[in-house]
């Protein structure tokens, strides 16, 4: 239904109007959806506006003008897109046809999106709304402005966006006909593209009486779109006319571009994933077959230039790839059935590996005891068919024949709507796209069913179908050309032949023009199409919902703060972290379980171990241009070799793994807790020569482990005695410069850990620093330790902290030895091998260093416990919909209930409530209430019951109540005491509204506004998202430097106060003093001289330790000292070396 797009300028509204209400005699059942900003307490972080559904009958619409000369054909949902709010309506669509009688498809072809902001009347960037109202001339001819959403338009006016206002869209036939009580509204959400913009509308009407809902569907105010291919066409079969369509949607869940959308997640969601359906609507049956594709479901990627190759990278391990492919397959069997595998993957260059993984999982899930064991076919269509000879699909059509058969197809009945067959599979097919060559076979399998049941069912001869298969290869050929533009920015290939059934030189000229447009396309313009496409889809990290404004709502919402423990649960794992400077060189035979198992003492093992590599190759120019991944592989076998060498202990697979030329980062899971992990990406950035090479540089992995998200960082920073500056920027670069896909940053995560080389010296002479170590004084060398101060000034590592160290400078060796650098060079020893931290609720176990001699350096190590929660998605929902129905009883019974002069807090929150949502009650609207609503509101003897959402449907059960005189100049009937002890209930006077649930007028002028009080504005955020960390007490210098500043520490904890948004805080104390004693894991090489290191620098055993103490800043202290971070010194730590180390005396 056509609909006009109204405004109201002052306070600024915009209202759908159905085009037939302005016939009077068409307008008795219609109805005006007003959306409006709600402008007063309004909070960025958490957009909200009006929406209420009006009578037209009830609408004033002299206060609306039209905003727009174009027609609307419905709402697409409401967006924030630069801190302003958008609503998207369709502007412009075709008519596609009618899949069956009274379904109709359309082709959106224009979107607008209109502004419910007033920011842009007075934004000298964005200039007036003149910009976003079409008929407003613009001010100054000169200035061009380029519309918020523009891309967003672009994308969703390319002419492969389709919705019906007559069926659910997002199903197959065979899924609308079983479904019972089908509504139109209840989508599958893998194929509603608008669900993040939309779903807040479709709350709304959920919420509305039947009436009203049916009448919001007669005007067909909502859209629901999916976006691939529909073609319908009218063609003959004998002499009998049928009506054949192509129906394709492209699934949501893992959207994207070509080589920046690959493979599966976490989920089981993959690439490129498309459910095809075609249906022939026959004149007394309806005939309806499904197949899917996908991309390949393992875990792989194309990174860097492509050029005319395919350079496919397997990025996870295989059994931690098997969960996410069981995923997969476990709900294709539970929508479709049974699911055959079709694998037109060839012998060549990347196919090969990334098509003998994908067997190889299938062969584990089949032995898993899957309920269903998949059928795997290969067929290699590159091969076989290769110069052109695409008739030899039919080897393949021979091979599936009884699977094709078995499998069936869907028939109904048209005149009792009731089926005759039923589908039972479905054959899942991919290339490498899933374009080109999947959509010829997928053509070729479609024609075969139909012609079995033309042939089988419907007795026709091949005769009669020669007219109707030209038209199901037209179809199909456009599918493949929309799906393909879709993902890869280009028509099909081959797509002359599935048109024509014929190989033409003007095919194989426009496969070749096609071929390099994919390559401009796919390498230098996709990367902003995603970004158009996340942002449509909500997976922004600051996107955030428009919410409907609801009263109830709110009040749910802070009950579920305080029974946040009855859906969710609390774990604690333990991490590993280690790294090491390898210089290039490669494992010596030397055993790694000092280093891997320096903490074996604590319980429970390890979850994950995380392994940083630096100089993993030799840092030369040819490496730097090609850096050889082979020298990763080797030590990443070694590691796993090593942590799965002994049979007492958990097995581990490796979970992702990724490297910039030397530096690499590797990441280790126990096999039992693979399943609990998700959304693991990689990211790295470079800092060499100016962020041109990758000599120097970070890699980044990180991960969601339940509901807890958590990053590794390993970095190489700039080296040189005295390039502090330097490794500041290299820090600051890799801090600003790690982003994670939907725009994800480090300070996005609950916990950071950065390890590796830091290259942070000690600024003392090379004869102090070997004579202090001989000495065994670490306390005078911390003291002029860079990284210690440049964490003090704040240059460097903000808000992370970093465990005391009580272990000696881990640079420079000579390899193989115990003794620092005798070279040349003579490189003053230092720590420049550092792991730091942050986060809330994470406890360091021990920090040390392992006596591997592989390298030039030591390594280090440290392990963390670290808390993190898990929710319970179910639970959530059903205790929110218990307490909303709860919040709504009692406020509704409130309502029916004469009102006392002592009125409770439920009795303001609804008039509230009706005010929020009865534009007839909001103060702007008193002076143009029409008569017959005056009259109607007059006869109602009590209040209207109160519904969240507008119902204009009659209250004739009610108590008459009269309405005050109208004020004019001279008389305001709120000032007359006389009138209080009368006043009406519907009359809400605005001293006896609870502040906190008053709803706002959006007129600046008004009394409210001028008299209101200031609503303070949330805490400005820290540097880090989280700043009650745990922070070691920063030692004094004086002589008394062992004696407790006990003063100081009074005032630090008499200034904490419970955060109460933290979930975790009731046991915050417990769980970070709880530390293990561990004894020392080292192998001493003189033992007699020297005693056993402390490895815990946290141990509860000292209680007289300053160092060990640890506090919880949860709130900023104004009377704590920003050099409290690390320890200043270590005078009053009584450190042993882990290790006793050879010192060159040599001068």
Known sequence: MQCVLLVRDFPRALALRPSHSYDSSSSVNSAVLVFENIHENYDRLRPQC????????????????????????????????????????????????????????????DVEFYSLDNSYDSNTSYGTNRIYDEDVPPQNEQ????????????????????????????????????????????????????????????????????VNQEAMDRCGFLVLAIQGYVGSKETTIGSRTVFLSIISKLSCKRAGTRYNTRGIDDDGNVANFVETETILQMPTTCFSYVQIRGSVPVFWEQQGLQVMSHKIQISRGPAATQPAVERHFNELQSRYGDVDIINLLGVKEGEAILSKEYSERISNLNGNGVDNCLRMKNFDFHTICKSGSYENVSLLINDIQDRLESF??????????????????????????????????????????????????????????????TRHSYLWAENGDSLSKIYAGTGALKSEFTRSGKVTWSGVIGDATKTMNRFY???????????????????????????????VHELVLEDMQKRINDFSSKYTINVFVGSI????????????????????????????????????????????????????????????????????????VMLRSGQLVGTALVIYARADIVSNIRNVEYVMKKTGLGGIAGNKGAVAIRLDYHDTSMCFVTAHLAAGQTNVEERNRDYKTINDGLLFRNGRRLEHHEYVIWLGDFNYRISLSNEEVRSLIEASDLTTLLKADQLTKQIE????????????????????????????????????????????YRGNKIRQIGYSRAELKV?????????????????????????????????????????????????????KLAKNVRKVNNPLLVDRYSNGIKSNMKKKLEDNKIEPSVGILIDFEDKNNSKEEDLPPPSSETYQWWMDDSASSSKSSLVVDKNDIDKEFRNISSNPFHEDLMMRKTVPLPPPKPNSLYSNILTPIKVNDDNNSKNIN??????????????????????????????????????????????????????ENDDNDISNQLIDLTVNNTNSSPNTVLPKSNNNIDWIPLIPTKVNNNK
């Open 1046 to 1099: 006990n003063d100081k520490l009074k005032i630090i904890n008499s200034n904490q106060k419970p955060n109460k948004s933290n979930p975790f805080f009731e046991d915050d104390e417990s769980f970070l003093s709880s530390v293990p004693n561990f004894e020392d894991r080292s192998s001493n090489s003189n033992p007699d001289k020297l005693p056993a290191i402390r490895t815990n620098p946290f141990s």
């Open 143 to 210: 200035q061009s402005y380029v519309h918020p959403c523009a891309p967003l338009k672009k994308l969703l006016s390319n002419g492969h966006f389709y919705f019906s206002s007559d069926f659910d869209l997002t199903r197959t036939l065979s899924a609308r006909i079983t479904m019972t009580a089908a509504d139109k509204y209840s989508f599958d959400d893998h194929f509603l593209w608008n669900k993040y913009m939309i779903k807040e509308l479709l709350n709304f009407r959920s919420k509305l009486s039947k």
């Open 408 to 469: 069936c197809f869907f028939l109904i009945d048209m005149e009792t709507n009731s089926p005759i067959f039923y589908q039972k599979g479905v054959f899942r097919t991919n290339c490498v796209d899933c374009l080109d060559r999947t959509n010829m076979v997928q053509t070729v399998i479609s024609k075969t069913i139909l012609d079995i049941y033309l042939r089988q069912i419907e007795s026709v001869t091949r005769y009669d179908t020669e007219s109707f298969f």
């Open 581 to 652: 400077n390898l210089n290039g060189c490669p494992p010596n035979g030397e055993s790694l379980s000092p280093w891997l198992f320096g903490f074996e003492d604590h319980e429970p093992e390890p979850d994950l171990f995380v392994i940083g590599f630096q100089e993993i190759v030799e840092l030369i120019a040819q490496q730097i241009v090609s850096a050889d991944p082979e020298k990763l592989r080797i030590w990443e076998r070694e590691i796993s070799s090593a942590l799965n060498r002994r049979s007492d202990r958990s097995n581990y």
């Open 50 to 109: 009006n929406v209420t559904l009006v009578k037209d009958s009830d609408f004033d619409v002299s206060e609306y003008r039209r905003l727009s000369s174009k027609h609307v054909y419905g709402c697409l949902g409401l967006l924030q897109v630069e801190k302003d709010m958008f609503l998207a309506v369709v502007t412009g669509c075709t008519h596609i046809g009618e899949i069956r009688p009274g379904e109709s498809v359309h082709r959106i072809l």
């Open 855 to 907: 390298s030039d350096h030591r390594p280090v190590m440290s392990s963390f416990d670290i808390e993190l929660i898990k929710y319970d998605e179910a639970a959530k929902e059903m205790i929110q919909r218990e307490l909303y129905l709860e919040k709504l009883q009692l406020v509704s019974q409130t309502s029916l209930e004469t009102l006392s002069n002592d009125e409770s807090k439920w009795d």
């Open 793 to 836: 000034f704040g240059q460097a590592f903000n808000d992370y902290i970093e465990g005391p160290i009580t272990f000696l400078p881990t640079y420079k060796y000579d390899c193989g030895t115990d003794y620092y650098d005798t070279s040349e060079k003579a490189r003053v020893p230092a720590w420049t091998d550092r792991i730091l």
């Open 521 to 551: 396309i796919n390498n230098f313009q996709d990367k902003s199409k995603q970004e158009v496409i996340d942002l449509l889809l909500g997976k922004l990290m600051y996107q955030k919902v428009i919410e409907i404004h609801d009263p």
